[in-house]
């Protein structure tokens, strides 16, 4: 099947939790097995509603905060302001489930394999895609916006509450200061909506992104790959070859996450490499990533890797060029110390907009995808020999 075709089935919206998201999964692992792959699914603990959940606990720990003040609770404005960026730290640095847990699931990862007949190989080439989608209020560049006034007012609470507390002692001069802080008050419950908005608000929107870019054409190529590598046995002859489906990439990367915790000594031991792809087919040439992680931890992709990729790219007269740091499903692998690059098309300065409605197939150049599969099938050699 082209990947035009495995697109078309599969571009619809497909947010964790949904029944839709399960089909995907299901397509998958049923193609790669009818390809002749050998094929097996992982299971992992999934937050469904991980941004929504904690989205809403975080504005109402602010909304707590305002009312412990009001009522000249400094203790417990203090442990509001307090909570809430402890949550917020805890879930998306630190990916430990704490009130996410509410919307608890469980999560599947799909891995479809490829490799000598006989022996152990001594190399492992995972190519991997995540294949759910997600539906935000703002676009990436409009929620940045958010993102940072909401960081600050998250700041601006705890300094507020730690200011009330220290004029716990009544007198006429601390009433009215005690009044005069209800503006950062009031200024960090704002900032906190928006943030709030930011994270679980798509449910307002009904153009629901159909995640035809983000990311279904990264899924269709590699689909179309695993094709190729059961007709194609020297493209894993010697070594193995695994095309790697995480779910909960919306949702924090908790699929790569999972996957990476359970298998870290195996891929060290494999010597595994990874070429994680994201938002591909669009307008713009190919992109290797310098990075991905959190927002307060970045891991630089693997040198060698990124080598790799340009001496190829320049052989098949694709061409390639670097890009910024990416938050996808790399930055398990590379936080483990384990070899990773992503790569992706887009035009530098020109960023687009993916968790909506516009993320439709009509923004999808068809012939990259063919044109990266080659270059995959060049990457799986060249990295498979060295």
């Known amino acids: 099947m082209a990947p035009w075709e495995i697109l078309n089935k599969i571009a619809i919206p497909r947010p964790n939790g949904s029944k839709a998201v399960d089909s995907t999964a299901n397509f998958i692992a049923d193609y790669c097995t009818r390809a002749g792959l050998t094929v097996t699914e992982e299971h992992f603990l999934l937050r ?81 895609a995540h294949y759910d989608s997600k539906t935000e209020l703002f676009d990436h560049q409009a929620r940045k916006i958010f993102y940072n006034f909401g960081a600050v007012s998250l700041g601006l609470m705890l300094v507020t509450a730690i200011a009330s507390l220290a004029l716990r002692q009544p007198s006429a001069s601390n009433n009215a200061v005690r009044y005069i802080l209800l503006v950062p008050a009031i200024i960090s419950v704002l900032g906190i909506t928006g943030l709030a908005l930011s994270l679980g608000g798509g449910f307002l929107r009904s153009d629901k992104s159909p995640g035809a870019r983000d990311n279904g054409t990264a899924v269709a190529v590699l ?37 990476v915790t359970q298998h870290r000594q195996e891929l060290q031991d494999a010597n595994a490499r990874l070429i994680n792809l994201e938002c591909l087919a669009g307008a713009g040439p190919l992109r290797h990533h310098s990075g991905s992680g959190t927002f307060l931890r970045q891991y630089p992709s693997d040198p060698h890797l990124i080598s790799v990729v340009e001496d190829v790219a320049e052989e098949v007269r694709q061409p390639v060029e670097p890009a910024g740091f990416m938050h996808d499903d790399s930055a398990a692998f590379l936080k483990a110390s384990l070899p990773a690059v992503s790569l992706s098309h887009s035009l530098p300065g ?28 060049q990457l799986i050699v060249r990295i498979g020999r060295q």
């Open 48 to 128: 469904t509603a991980m941004q929504p959940v904690v989205g809403l606990f975080i504005l109402l720990c602010a909304l707590a905060f305002v009312f412990f003040l009001l009522k000249r609770r400094p203790v417990w404005a203090l442990l509001f302001a307090l909570l809430a960026p402890a949550i917020y730290l805890a879930e998306f640095e630190l990916n430990l489930p704490t009130v996410s847990l509410l919307s608890a699931a469980q999560g599947r990862t799909i891995v479809a394999e490829a490799g000598p007949r006989s022996g152990a190989a001594e190399q492992e080439i995972i190519l991997a």
């Open 350 to 377: 020109h960023p687009d907009s993916y968790h909506n409605g516009t993320d439709s197939i009509d923004k999808v150049m068809p012939g990259k995808m063919e044109e990266t599969v080659s270059l995959l099938k």
């Open 223 to 259: 689909l179309t790959l695993a094709d190729d590598l059961a007709n194609e046995p020297e493209l894993s002859e010697y070594w193995r070859v695994k095309l790697v489906f995480f779910g909960g990439e919306e949702v924090n990367m908790q699929g790569s996450a999972a996957y």
